[in-house]
C-alpha cells in the first residue's frame, strides 16, 4: 500500500509527467504498449491519484477486460 506521501508526490506532479511514468511501468511490468489504453482512461486514474504502478495494473485490467484488438483500426 502507498504511504500518504507518495500521494501528495503524485498530485503535485503533472499529467505528462504522470503518464510518461505509468506507460513505463505498463510496458516493463505487463508488456503492453501505453497507446493500447485511450487516453480517458489514463485519466481517470490521473485524476483518481492512482499511482504509476496502481494506474499500470488497472490499465492491464482493462486491456484485458476489453480485449487486445478493441482499440485497433
Request: charge should be positive.
Amino acid at each position: 500500500m502507498c504511504e500518504q506521501g507518495d500521494r501528495l508526490q503524485i498530485s503535485s506532479m503533472n499529467y505528462s509527467t504522470w503518464r510518461t511514468l505509468a506507460a513505463a511501468e505498463l510496458k516493463r511490468l505487463h508488456g503492453i504498449d501505453d497507446n493500447r489504453i485511450p487516453d480517458r482512461i489514463w485519466k481517470q486514474f490521473y485524476v483518481q491519484n492512482s499511482t504509476a504502478r496502481e494506474a499500470a495494473n488497472r490499465a492491464q485490467q482493462h486491456h484485458t477486460n476489453i480485449g487486445p484488438h478493441f482499440y485497433s483500426e
